[in-house]
């Protein structure tokens, strides 16, 4: 799959189980970062802001950044103790046309390989 981006800075709003980390591990003490994880973090440009979500409640706060941090993600923010229900992300689109609003939903734990970012100079 290819994300075509502007050159603009980007806000990453990312789901962490299931979609960096195996869904649930943290419960059996063996968070596993998925497949492609760390190939796509790569090509997200540093300028651009990265914020993590979770339903995960924030008494496992303190091992999920140590896990994050192990595997070398790199985060602004993280926000966890969220519903398990849809997150929904709604925003307004620029006047010349530049779509604002990007939703991407992966099936559970297959990982991030084959994703490939693409700066698009001209959009």
Known sequence: MQLTLS???????????GTI???NGHKSGEDELLPGVKQFWSTIPPEDEIILLS????????????ILNQYGIRYDRVIFGLPTGERVLINDAKPGGLVTAIAVDLKRDIGLQGFD???DETI
């Not at 008494?59 to 999920?64: G, L, M, S, V």
């Open 21 to 23: 980390l195996k869904h």
């Open 55 to 66: 339903a995960r409640n924030e008494a496992d706060e303190k091992q999920t950044l140590d």
């Open 117 to 119: 970012i693409k700066i």
């Open 7 to 17: 050159n603009l800075r980007h806000a990453w709003l990312i789901d962490i189980d």
